[in-house]
């Protein structure tokens, strides 16, 4: 039986990897094989957005956006992975890497084997050698080109999300390499200029990328740049930073719903993503950080109704995940992944090992490797590269250093 025809839902080799609450060896074990899964491959694969890096498609006489998009979302939409078919090239994401940088930094803690210190550290190097052109400040982007209904964004454009796994990657990995701090530091120029931090009434806003108009704001993007700063105000104990975040959070908490959750955009007719999952663990995950870092109950009342909402609209009772709070599929690998990330950090660990069971036992091929989505009626059975793999090493890991209360060096 090939691994493509291997139900993980219903495969008794699988049984194995049942999680219960006090099987850490089990998790320990994803945890590695996920990582050596994407150490053979160089941590190259394919992504969530790559369909614009096909070669067929590159090769038209034309540049049209309908057909942009046709690629691109057909892509990223069929059952199948088409990608090799529509020749699109498999890359090293910087996002990506700088997940698996944190997931190698806990492997070593996990194992206590200078492999995956050196791990930790070619790959911190590599965020630096891979940083953004052109751009003021430390930044990453994605590193093929996505084409949306606005705009065709280039590739190596960045943007606050992929810049800040980078920064609390390289201050993760500063405790071998001092010398990865000073690269963190460089962020706050991007977020300042290119990204044009500005204080506005009840808060501050950032831009999501330079190259956005002002006619929208990503509230995700505000979130993540505040819990970049909180990174930063941990580290090096600047209280202006901590000053960026306070602001940046305060505007969020004037967008929340009266569900709890946050759009994807303001105004919500800018995206066609609702309140969906992994965004708004995103914002939770941000106020939770600030929570933990400076002890203050500032945003207990936007933390609790949030957390609330994320529990009980963008999950179910057996772990499984929903798309937005209205609607259940697909299950994505992606709002697993940062389901585990966000209960593991709340302290509900019951119910990250729930959502670590049933990925386990929907969404894992076996021998490292976690595949795409589960739909209502079929599975898309093969893994990307950063969106699987990336996430899910990086989720086990926090997971893991939660549960142990080991998280001392660690920026979550």
């Not at 705009?151 to 001092?178: C, G, H, M, Y």
């Amino acid at each position: 039986m090939t691994r493509e025809n291997i139900d993980p839902s219903n495969n008794p080799q699988l049984e194995r990897l049942k999680v219960t609450k006090s099987d850490f060896e089990t998790v320990s074990s994803v945890i590695l094989d996920t990582l050596s899964y994407s150490y053979e491959r160089d941590y190259i694969g394919y992504d969530y957005f790559d369909g614009m890096s096909s070669r067929v498609l590159q090769a038209l006489p034309f540049d049209n956006k309908w057909v942009n998009i046709a690629f691109q979302e057909g892509i990223k939409r069929f059952p199948v992975n088409l990608r090799p078919i529509f020749l699109v090239e498999q890359r090293q994401n910087f996002k990506g890497t700088a997940l698996f940088v944190i997931a190698n930094c806990c492997a070593y803690d996990l194992t206590d084997d200078d492999f995956y210190k050196d791990e930790a550290v070619k790959l911190a190097d590599w965020l630096i050698d891979n940083q953004s052109d052109g751009f003021d400040g430390f930044c990453g982007g994605h590193r093929h080109e996505m084409q949306q209904l606005r705009e065709k964004r280039d590739a190596e454009v960045p943007n606050i999300i992929p810049t800040s796994f980078a920064v609390k990657a390289l201050l993760t990995a500063s405790r071998f390499e001092q010398r990865f701090e000073d690269y963190a530091l460089k962020s706050v120029d991007f977020v300042q200029s290119e990204l044009e931090y500005r204080e506005v009434e009840n808060g501050a806003k950032i831009k999501y990328q330079p190259l956005e108009d002002g006619s929208y704001y990503t509230l995700n993007g505000g979130a993540i740049g505040a819990r970049m700063f909180v990174d930063l105000y941990d580290h090096f104990g600047d209280k202006e930073y901590l000053n960026k975040a306070t602001k940046l959070l305060d505007y969020l908490t004037t967008k929340q719903t009266e569900l709890g959750g946050w759009m994807y955009r303001e105004p919500a007719s800018a995206s066609h993503l609702s309140m969906d999952n992994h965004h708004n663990g995103f914002i939770i995950e941000s106020y939770h950080r600030y929570a933990t870092v400076t002890g203050s109950n500032r945003y207990y009342d936007t933390l609790e109704t949030s957390a609330e909402f994320y529990k009980s609209l963008l999950f179910n009772l057996d772990g499984s995940p929903n798309w937005e709070e209205t609607s259940s599929y697909p299950k994505d690998i992606h709002a697993c992944a940062q389901g585990i990330i966000t209960f593991s950090l709340l302290g509900d660990h019951e119910f990250a090992e729930k959502i670590i069971d049933w990925t386990i036992n929907n969404l894992y091929g076996g021998d490292g490797e976690f595949y795409y989505q589960k739909r209502r009626v079929y599975t898309k059975r093969f893994t990307l590269m950063r969106w699987c793999q990336a996430w899910m090493a990086y989720a086990l890991s926090v997971y893991h250093l939660t549960k142990q209360n080991d998280v001392e060096q660690y920026y979550i």
